[in-house]
């Protein structure tokens, strides 16, 4: 079946340091992967997205490569800021399925 | 205007209660959700409708029961509630066919405590 690991939380941060999450996935075919973003006290939202290998989404100084050979996806950005605390998900989206799998999230704190 | 509006926010009941989450999306999507999200974030798919219609039917227990009046309108009725069954309770929408791009529109969520 299809899933999604990713490094557990939380994980804390000073402002400015460099930000990496770790995601693996195991699925059939070519999966769609996307990383979504819950801030507090509010609904997910995508972040970034990769539809195939090699690609590379990037958003908001985040960035993530889709990497075929390590079936991975990790998260990072250069300098993180107290705004970017969140919990962050990784997700895949096998073929043309109609739902999306996701990781179990991963809490972010940035401290000033 | 809110895209995908859930209400109630918050709904703290006994167990053995019946209650019912409604959601609302503006957006003109065809399809629509509900996830379950744990306490430890993790989050799980529970059904989704494309027009009316059930296309999702997860592993869940019959005392969940959704319900789809129209395609901008799913809400989610909960007999007999349970301990377990607190939660925060997400309901999302998206494009169906060629549309859909992997993006789901999510509401801010429904947080059910039951005592």
């Known amino acids: 079946g299809n899933s999604v690991t990713q490094m557990e939380g939380p994980v804390t941060l000073s402002e400015e340091a460099f930000l990496t999450i770790n995601c693996t996935y195991t699925?059939?075919?070519?999966?769609?992967l996307f990383w979504y973003v819950q801030y507090p006290g509010e609904g997910l939202q995508l972040l970034l997205k990769a539809t195939k290998a090699d690609d590379k989404g990037s958003n908001k100084g985040f960035e993530a490569t889709y990497r075929k050979e390590t079936t991975s996806f990790h998260l990072e950005k250069g300098s993180v800021q107290v705004s970017d605390s969140a919990v962050y998900f990784c997700a895949l989206r096998a073929g043309s399925a109609r739902q999306l799998t996701f990781g179990s999230g991963t809490q972010l704190t940035v401290l000033p | 205007d809110t895209a995908v509006s859930q209400t109630p926010k918050y709904l703290v009941t006994q167990m053995g209660n019946d209650k019912s989450i409604k959601c609302e999306q503006n957006?003109?999507?065809?399809?629509m959700y509900w996830y379950k999200q744990d306490s430890k974030k993790f989050l799980k798919i529970m059904f989704s409708?494309?027009?009316?219609?059930?296309?999702i039917n997860e592993t869940v227990p019959n005392r969940f029961s959704p319900k789809s009046p129209d395609k901008a309108h799913l809400n989610l009725h909960i007999n007999s509630l349970e301990l377990g069954d607190s939660a925060v309770y997400f309901c999302?929408?998206?494009?169906?066919?060629?549309?859909?791009?992997?993006?789901?529109?999510f509401g801010e969520g429904s947080r059910l405590t039951v005592l």
């Open positions: 409708y494309n027009n009316k219609e059930l296309i």
């Open positions: 999302a929408s998206s494009p169906l066919g060629r549309g859909f791009t992997g993006e789901l529109f």
């Open positions: 699925a059939t075919g070519y999966p769609s």
């Open positions: 957006l003109g999507h065809d399809t």
